[in-house]
């Protein structure tokens, strides 16, 4: 196993923007805005804000105390910390997810990649609410340009992460991350002149508990995991990288506050254009794709803010496309004699092939189901309802009862008096009341 070399965040600011570029992706800017639409807007984001302190900051803290004690990529950090034992398979199963999300999140960066362009060359607009539909599908369902595109973005992810953890990942996340927040506090801004801004804002935030369905609470549970990247390692090899000096707790709570705070922005962008134009939120995953196009272009400077919203989206998926290449890449980099960029390549080379099926679920493999999902339906139901679930579960479990308490608290490093009912608490929450909520939202998913 290679371990020297393995490569630092070098700043603390690199630390928290490569944390939150994995964190900040599709899920935050194109999942949170149209599942807040279907499950009946303010109260599902009271749910999920409770999730995401419950679970999600229990959870990245976990992660990244295996990262960076071990200092170890997602299957060695767990031979390091528990060796002559299984939980190593942990880490096998989350590459496997890393190998299996980058399938279909890699065609919809290409999607992505795809409106981005089609918007600067000023071509999504003067159609009708049909003739987006149709656009989009014949776009998605065409033999070969959405493989492309597929390619092209991997081609990108692997030009990063073959030039390491502080000269790509960091460098790329330094340059992205601050043009992500431009342009998404410039679009917030642009929604509170929309005539329907007061009508959006009270959907997203104004919560109607008699709206609210059970199931919403699993819902809110399963975004938690897929936004904040958790339960498949991915946070395990990006801490490994930390250096001695960065606080746990304190990076944990602030990726968590700013994963929320992105989505809640990007619902308060969507939202009020929705409105404004006699749209509705409900419309499901091909909100951004068929409805948004046709918002945009109603509006003045409709092009300037399609451009900006698809480079907005853009950024947010290539920087998580990118970590999910790493976890793979670190996997096989460190323990074959492979360089970091060949290993890349055939990562990506390997998601290609997978990809070709995901991105012809909409086209030639339409009609081809497996338990009545398309190819690609079935590659986001087994990560997302299944391997993530089972990866947060058992990390929890892993944190909570097998791993040395000293080694949490010297990780924590909490200078408080109250230090030790901190600790005491966070371990009680990792044993019980973590693995017991990622059981229920496991039962439903499989059941319902
Ligand atoms: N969190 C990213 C998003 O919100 C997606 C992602 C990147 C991810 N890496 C991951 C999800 C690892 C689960 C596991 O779009």
Redesign the pocket.
């Known amino acids: 196993m290679k371990t020297e070399n393995r490569g630092n965040f070098s700043s603390k600011i690199g630390v928290i923007l490569a944390t939150v570029g994995?964190?900040?992706?599709?899920?935050?800017v194109w999942?949170f805005p149209y599942i807040v639409g279907e499950n009946g807007g303010g109260a599902f984001l009271v749910i999920y804000i409770l999730s995401l302190l419950l679970l999600g900051i229990p959870g990245v803290i976990a992660e990244f105390i295996v990262g960076r004690h071990s200092h170890a990529n997602a299957v060695d950090s767990f031979k390091k910390l528990a060796p002559k034992t299984k939980w190593h398979w942990i880490g096998y199963s989350g590459v496997l997810?890393?190998f299996l999300?980058m399938g279909y999140?890699a065609v919809v960066v290409g999607w992505t990649l795809e409106y981005l362009t089609q918007a600067i060359l000023g071509n999504l607009s003067g159609m009708s609410v049909e003739q987006y539909g149709q656009v989009f599908d014949q776009f998605a369902g065409h033999p070969y340009w959405p493989l492309v595109w597929m390619v092209i973005v991997m081609l990108i992810s692997t030009f990063v992460v073959a030039r390491g953890v502080s000269g790509g990942i960091e460098k790329i996340s330094n340059v992205l991350m601050p043009v992500f927040f431009l342009i998404i506090l410039v679009m917030v801004a642009n929604s509170f002149f929309l005539p329907a801004a007061g009508q959006g804002m009270k959907y997203l935030f104004l919560p109607n508990f008699s709206e609210l369905e059970p199931v919403a609470i699993l819902i809110a549970i399963g975004q938690t995991?897929?936004?904040?990247?958790?339960?498949?390692g991915?946070l395990i090899t990006y801490s490994s990288y930390f250096k001695k000096d960065v606080s746990l707790a304190k990076t944990a709570t602030q990726v968590v506050s700013i994963?929320a705070m992105v989505a809640i922005l990007s619902a308060m962008i969507i939202f009020p254009a929705v409105f404004s134009f006699g749209m509705q939120p409900t419309e499901g995953p091909s909100l951004v794709f068929k409805v948004l196009p046709n918002v945009f272009q109603q509006m003045p400077l409709g092009t300037l803010w399609s451009i900006l919203f698809y480079a907005l989206l853009f950024i947010?998926?290539i920087t998580?496309?990118i970590?999910?290449l790493e976890?793979v890449t670190a996997y096989i980099y460190e323990n074959t004699s492979l360089t970091r960029r060949k290993a890349a390549f055939i990562v990506t080379g390997m998601v290609s092939v997978l990809g070709v099926f995901a991105s012809m679920s909409f086209g030639l493999l339409q009609d081809v189901t497996l338990f009545g999902k398309t190819f690609f339906d079935l590659l986001d139901f087994v990560?997302?309802s299944i391997l993530?679930p089972v990866g947060g579960f058992f990390i929890s479990i892993f944190v909570g009862w097998f791993l040395d308490k000293r080694i949490i608290a010297t990780e924590l490093r909490i200078k408080h008096p109250k230090a030790h009912l901190f600790i005491k608490g966070y371990i009680y929450m990792l044993r019980f009341f973590v693995p017991a909520c990622i059981f229920a939202v496991f039962l439903y998913s499989l059941l319902g």
Do not use: E, K, W
Request: charged residues 5%; contains cysteine; aromatic residues 10%.
């Open positions: 994995t964190a900040v992706g599709l899920g935050n999942r997810a890393g999300i999140y995991f897929f936004s904040l990247s958790l339960g498949m991915c994963d947010a998926a998580s496309l970590s999910l976890v990560t997302a993530l």
